[in-house]
């Protein structure tokens, strides 16, 4: 029986802040898939190596962790004033599932380096920072990715070291402007509401829009202490089945969707997150994290898991939601106001800036800052078995 030969598609594989994944140019993908759809879904499951009963992606690029089963399709920008499309789809490992429903913070800050190495922007300094304008597809939003340049090449080697990535790169800062768009920044109304979970507990909740939708409860509450690590949770059938249950409640009464058995189609959306007053711990490096070092400890769940350090949309959640006073957040951070806020998580620490203002008794997000890293790991094609038809 003769059978297809595999196909070749220019890719590159990049990490950004404390994810990595696939990055595609939309012109080098195959025509089928240069459209949202089915077909470029089971490509991009096909790239990342899912679904995969095993757990491993022993047969593609992905990672076998939300982390790592990224991809990114990137293209001359379709907005005025930007630079660039970007399109995020977070693949699922054990399901033939891409979910198109968020953005990936984290992977944000290699968007701008890529961007300028393939040629999609137009005009970058020599030396200096380039400042790339990007529209961010999925939730429609603009992003401002800082990229330092040396030589008229981006400079990814540094000294800015970054808790949840090895080694130290270049610093990349990123602007998220006006994180909510047109979303209700608090879906419910209220800064802190009450969530009733069968069969689980009823809790303290602040539902939030900003960067990715967030809900977010008390550690103790669950009775955690908000210093857990990844192995003291993810073992856990139990509380990871809770976390869920939990989530796909919330997703109810955050408006994202009808019933409860919906959730399970929209896995990258919304999270988990649970925050403590800030209490010493040691890191999951062996980095021991003084409570003098950090404002409160955060811990969040992606794609069903406890993340090994803090998506960077939770990030832009977690700045915006501590510079609001009487939020969850600001509560556990001490209160009151705020520009910033350094959290803990398990990896370590993160620093993070929202600017906030009031207008007509509402609450709004002008911008929220962080800092991350970004390198290319390797560029080329990647092989994949033509699943297009």
């Known amino acids: 029986m003769n059978h297809k030969p595999q196909i070749t598609i220019p890719a590159t594989y990049m990490r950004g802040g404390t994810s990595k994944g ?58 005025p004033d930007h630079d ?60 401002l990715s800082h990229i330092p340049m040396t030589n008229g090449q981006v400079q990814e080697t540094g000294d800015f070291e970054l808790d949840g990535v090895t080694f130290p790169a270049a610093e990349v800062k990123v602007e998220f402007v006006n994180p909510v768009g047109d979303a209700e920044l608090f879906p419910t109304g209220q800064l802190v509401d009450t969530l009733k979970v069968p069969g689980v507990g009823t809790f303290e909740a602040t539902f939030i829009n900003a960067g990715i939708p967030t809900i977010f409860l008390n550690a103790e509450a669950i009775d955690y202490h908000g210093t857990e690590l990844q192995g003291d949770i993810n073992g856990d059938q139990d509380a990871l089945t809770m ?18 058995a919906e959730a399970a189609d929209r896995q990258h959306t919304p999270k988990v997150a649970f925050v403590a007053p800030p209490k010493s711990y040691t890191s999951s490096s062996g980095k021991s994290i003084s409570d003098d070092d950090i404002d409160l400890n955060v811990r969040a769940l992606s794609m069903g898991l406890l993340h090994h350090a803090m998506m960077g949309t939770a990030a832009v959640a977690i700045a915006t939601a501590s510079a609001i006073p009487g939020t969850l957040v600001n509560l556990a951070a001490g209160g009151g106001d705020r520009t910033e806020v350094r959290f803990g998580h398990p990896s370590g620490t993160l620093k993070v800036g929202a600017e906030v203002s009031r207008r007509d008794g509402l609450w709004q997000v002008n911008k929220v800052i962080m800092s991350r890293s970004a390198r290319i790991l390797m560029s080329g094609q990647v092989h994949v078995p033509d699943v297009l038809g």
């Open 84 to 143: 660039v499309d970007y399109l995020f789809g977070q693949v699922a490992i054990d399901k033939a599932f891409v979910d198109w429903s968020g953005n990936c913070g984290n992977l944000t800050a290699a968007v701008g380096a890529f961007a300028i190495k393939s040629g999609l922007v137009d005009k970058v300094p020599v030396d200096g920072v380039a400042v790339v304008r990007i529209w961010q597809a999925n939730i429609k939003q603009t992003i």
């Open 243 to 260: 976390f869920e249950t939990i989530r796909a409640h919330g997703a109810v009464k955050m408006g994202l969707i009808q019933d409860i």
């Open 22 to 79: 696939v990055f595609f140019n939309l012109t080098d993908l195959p025509q089928a898939a240069q459209v949202p759809g089915e077909a470029r879904d089971r490509l991009l499951l096909r790239v990342i190596g899912s679904p995969d009963p095993y757990g491993k992606h022993t047969d593609g690029m992905g990672g076998a962790t939300s982390s790592t089963s990224k991809t990114v399709i990137l293209s001359k920008s379709s907005q």
